[in-house]
């Protein structure tokens, strides 16, 4: 990997000034030589965060937390160190010189260079030409104003085929436009824009930085498509990045809380509307890894997504993956037809009805299950006891018995019929995926890995060792694997031998009684001559042939038990579960404690 040069550091360091660095997000007042101000890592009200312009460090009394202006970004932006020195290097316009291996990095410095550029040509004609005129009426209707649209970088992309590859390429390679994925190849051997008569929304990293472009139609058109986004590139993946992130970064931290719409409209509405922690996914439905980043800002998120079937539905989906990522959730529903953008039109005082119309995460989901049900029909019913099931089966047994009881009195079922017939969904589950039939099987000694076969080889040659490894063996044997039928036979003839016995007597002794294909195979088995032989290595194989022993007698379980469910004995299908699963505590066992390196997979 390419790494930043000791002299761009250095140089970093001795010009990211620590008072102007954290002043940026912090605000600081004077406290004799020093300046102080709430520390940002933690809640207070009583300042504790010390900044040193002398020493250039700064230090929470409170929390604990210090470093100098390169770590305060990384700990305050949730960046690594590398990304750190790169945004320090931006704000101070300081050239990044790296080591000799520089290929991968170069490539994505020229990539931000790229959209940078894009960034500025797509503003001018959105704002200063004649080309983006209708497209900027259209924001305006839209409600937006000039510092709005400014500020969130908007611009237009022009109709011409190639007015951005024709204005880009006087700086810039083709294939670094098309590695940024501003243009696509024509057939002809030509490039052409990717955005052509579109307003675009300009697509910022954590660090700030426009990494792609989503671009939207306006007005009559005949485009199918109402979004074009960047593809794919070395920068940008849409299932990553969450737009507006870094701008609302500063009011997520004050309001302990994210607001997660639709829609870029809805975020810029909702920010001039005062909620300037808005965020939104990339016009698909909310990923993991999306809901993981969340949480490395707030632990509360409230979504406020479009207020018809299909936005409650999306509500529900994103609401299983954030409670996933063991975040807190409000929900807020607005009226049928409406988006935030739409409410926020109509209604003005959106941060108000924000606050005062949050719906607890649990309620939204019951009211969700319970929609367009008649409670009147045994089949509705069951279809909503189902995903009843489904969605607080992943809860808390509390929250769970709550509206287990609700459901109940709602349908004027008996709640020990439904708790029984939970339990007995979830007895189903359990069994069925314990014992989900395996499509293709493989035989043990084809897909054992590497350092089971050097325990075999190794097990063996201890047992030739010496005799007080022979004991050690002999008292484990028959809990040994071993996948390697020759060495099996070998040690088996070899429990013959005399305890007394060192290993070249052992050795000429064995192969007396060997045939001659095994006399043949015996001396490759052995070890080096100088292996260093030692206690803690042999258990540490001993064990390895344990493991492997058990995941034999595991897969002799788990064909009877296919063999029960087949025939529809479920006793007996429970019964071998049972087994299977103490078999894997005691695989779990052997290996605990043990580091990753005595740690194999079968």
Do not use: W
């Not at 983006?132 to 237009?156: C, P, S, V, W």
């Not at 509500?315 to 988006?339: C, H, M, R, W, Y």
């Amino acid at each position: 990997m390419a790494m930043i040069s000791q002299k761009t550091i250095d140089l970093i360091k001795d010009t990211a000034d620590i008072v102007d660095v954290v002043g940026e997000f912090v605000p600081l007042q004077a406290a004799g030589k020093n300046m102080k101000g709430l520390c940002p890592f933690h809640g207070e009200k009583t300042p504790s965060f010390f900044v040193s312009k002398e020493r250039q460090i700064f230090n929470c009394f409170g929390c604990g937390e210090k470093g100098n202006s390169i770590t305060f970004i990384q700990k305050y932006k949730h960046l690594t160190f590398v990304e750190a020195l790169k945004f320090l290097a931006d704000k101070y316009n300081i050239d990044i010189e790296l080591d000799k291996n520089i290929s991968p990095v170069k490539k994505n410095i020229d990539l931000f260079k790229a959209n940078d550029l894009a960034l500025k040509f797509y503003s001018l004609n959105l704002l200063n030409l004649q080309t983006g005129k209708i497209a900027l009426k259209y924001l305006k209707d839209r409600g937006l104003d000039i510092q709005t649209i400014e500020d969130f970088g908007l611009g237009y992309a022009p109709t011409q085929r190639n007015a951005l590859f024709n204005q880009l390429s006087k700086e810039l390679q083709p294939l670094e436009l098309l590695n940024a994925g501003l243009v696509n190849r024509a057939n002809d051997g030509g490039y052409y824009d990717l955005f052509k008569a579109r307003i675009l929304f300009p697509i910022r990293d954590e660090s700030n930085r426009v990494i792609a472009f989503s671009g939207r139609i306006f007005g009559e058109t005949i485009n199918p498509a109402k979004y074009v986004n960047t593809p794919h590139t070395e920068i940008f993946s849409k299932g990553l990045i969450l737009y507006n992130l870094s701008k609302a970064e500063p009011h997520i931290r004050t309001s302990n809380r994210v607001v997660l719409m639709e829609g870029y409209m809805d975020v810029i509405k909702a920010s001039m509307a005062g909620v300037k922690e808005a965020i939104c996914s990339m016009g698909t439905q909310l990923t993991i890894d999306q809901a993981l980043k969340i949480k490395k800002y707030s632990d509360n998120v409230i979504i406020c997504y479009d207020g018809d079937r299909a936005g409650r539905e999306a509500t529900f989906k994103a609401l299983k993956l954030l409670e996933s990522a063991k975040l807190n959730v409000k929900i807020i529903l607005l009226p049928d037809g409406q988006d935030p953008d739409d409410f926020i039109t109509k209604n003005g005082d959106f941060k108000n009805y924000l606050e005062n119309n949050q719906i607890d995460q649990y309620d939204f989901v019951y009211q969700m299950i319970l929609e367009n049900k008649d409670l009147t029909k045994p089949t509705q019913i069951e279809d909503a006891k189902n995903r009843l099931f489904d969605f607080f089966s992943k809860t808390s047994g509390m929250i769970r018995e709550i509206y287990f009881h609700k459901f109940a009195s709602d349908t004027l079922i008996s709640y020990t019929t439904l708790l029984g017939d939970y339990q007995q969904t979830k007895i189903d589950e359990r069994i069925t995926e314990s014992f989900k039939a395996v499509a293709t099987r493989t035989i043990h000694k084809e897909t054992k890995m590497p350092k089971f076969i050097t325990a075999e080889k190794t097990v063996f040659s201890y047992y030739m060792k010496d005799p007080k490894y022979r004991e050690l063996i002999d008292s484990k044997f028959n809990l040994l694997y071993f996948g390697d039928k020759e060495i099996r036979m070998l040690i088996t003839s070899a429990k013959d031998l005399p305890y007394n016995q060192t290993q070249t007597s052992a050795i000429v002794l064995l192969n007396s009684s060997l045939t001659e294909d095994s006399k043949k195979n015996l001396l490759k088995y052995l070890l080096d001559e100088d292996y260093d032989y030692n206690l803690e290595d042999i258990e540490s194989c001993i064990r390895i042939l344990q493991v492997a022993y058990i995941e034999e007698d595991r897969k002799s379980i788990k064909e009877r038990a296919d063999e029960f469910l087949a025939l529809g004995n479920k006793a007996e299908y429970i019964s071998c579960h049972n087994e299977y699963t103490s078999k894997k505590k005691q695989q779990n066992e052997l290996l605990k404690g043990k580091n990753n390196e005595q740690k194999t997979n079968y």
